[in-house]
């Protein structure tokens, strides 16, 4: 009997023991446990957020020529992706990852897709944000392919053949049919070459539109001294021969360091337009790309996008190095304290001179002593590239080479 009361004692006690200790063990670990299960959530955020900074440093380092705008958020103990990029490819490759490193997540990422259209007026203005009273950001010309990635309200988010991102307003675009668009690449077509004209009706001779130097438009026949031609809207008129050649002509042209100077020339005078690359008006480096496009060459929109093509080409105060038609950046070097920064661009004419946009298209000097010497230039001249050397391989793209630009093949019966 002792024995037995002995053991049910032991019994109780140890019974307690363990539900005390139970209760301290399960009451001193639940936060912990629970602080692990949040950390891990918070981890893989964190990590899928820093896989998503270097994607965009790798896949999209120019915002102003790509889309990879993506976040991670914690939802329902997994990551859900959320944004939009129109970097397909890129975007798989970032959800392999994920899927290699076993972090679960879902998407509701907006992959945007291009939809062709085409510029459907003389000048059409691309505007940094959805509004008129937005910075103007870039133009494109009439008959240009550009490409839809998405509309809000009446205006599109639009990708020029360089690249530029902006968005337009719905009257400067037509947006065609495939098959409409199929027989635009197939048709025979002219390019203007004239500085300023008008393509005027064939019934009473009134302006069906304005055109400027680069304007693509169908050719439809001839009627005397005139084309018979069409807007991408399927608008008709008469525009005289003198003032156009083919498109064929145009885009093969080579691009010879005569005719790029002379053209150089031609837009002097012309006022300068923050976000302009037309003759009616253009920035430092709207002008210079105006210039290469004009001759067959496609360069990037801006002064620091253009600065990374090309060949370089040592430079000081002395300008020894440089030969016509070198382009010159200027701005801020680089030091131990801050990045390079380039805000504008010009044309090497020789002995010292240069062409450019700033206030209008004029010469200037940059050697002392000339009465157009300009200090502040030579003081802020940071690189010169050869733009004229290597062309296809340094960068700069011949049109007949650009997918936006080329004949299509001809498909044989």
Not at 149 to 168: A, H, I
Request: some cysteine.
């Amino acid at each position: 009997m002792e024995f037995s009361i002995l053991k049910d004692s032991l019994f109780f006690a140890f019974n307690c023991h363990m539900k005390i200790a139970s209760k301290f063990l399960i009451g001193s670990l639940l936060p912990v446990l629970i602080l692990s299960a949040c950390r891990t959530e918070k981890t893989y955020v964190t990590d899928v957020d820093e896989l998503i900074g270097v994607f965009q440093d790798k896949f999209a380092p120019d915002r102003r020529v790509a889309i990879f705008d993506l976040a991670a958020k914690s939802v329902q103990d997994t990551v859900l992706l959320v944004g939009e990029t129109n970097l397909s490819m890129a975007f798989q490759e970032l959800r392999d990852t994920l899927l290699r490193r076993g972090i679960p997540f879902r998407d509701s990422v907006a992959v945007l897709q291009s939809v062709p259209a085409l510029v459907n007026v003389s000048v059409c203005n691309i505007r940094s944000n959805p509004k008129h009273s937005a910075e103007l950001a870039t133009q494109s010309l009439l008959g240009t392919t550009l490409g839809i990635l998405k509309k809000e309200g009446s205006w599109y988010y639009v990708q020029t053949p360089d690249g530029y991102l902006g968005w337009l307003d719905g009257g400067g675009l037509e947006i065609p049919s495939q098959a409409n668009f199929t027989q635009w690449l197939h048709s025979e077509k002219i390019v203007v070459t004239a500085p300023f004209a008008f393509v005027t009706s064939s019934l009473d001779g009134s302006n069906v539109s304005d055109v400027v130097e680069g304007n693509i438009m169908r050719l439809l026949g001839k009627q005397g001294r005139f084309y018979q031609v069409a807007l991408p809207d399927g608008r008709a008129g008469l525009l005289n021969q003198s003032s156009a050649v083919s498109y064929q002509g145009f885009i093969e042209r080579e691009p010879i360091l005569e005719n790029i100077l002379a053209k150089a020339h031609e837009f002097l005078g012309r006022p300068y337009l923050w976000g302009g690359t037309s003759g009616k008006g253009m920035d430092c480096s709207g002008y210079t790309k105006t210039v290469f496009y004009l001759n067959g060459l496609e360069l990037p929109r801006d002064a620091s996008q253009q600065v990374h093509v090309g060949v370089a080409v040592d430079t000081d105060e002395s300008l020894k190095n440089l030969q016509p038609g070198d382009f010159l950046f200027f701005g801020r070097k680089a030091s131990a304290d801050q990045k390079e920064r380039i805000t504008h661009v010009a044309i090497y004419l020789g002995d010292g001179k240069m062409i450019h946009s700033s206030e209008r298209v004029r010469i200037q000097s940059l050697r002392r002593g000339d009465p157009d010497f300009v200090e502040h230039r030579l003081k802020t001249l940071v690189r010169a590239k050869r733009m004229l050397r290597n062309i296809g391989e340094n960068g700069v793209r011949p049109l007949q080479e650009h997918e936006k630009y080329a004949l299509p093949a001809v498909v044989e019966s």
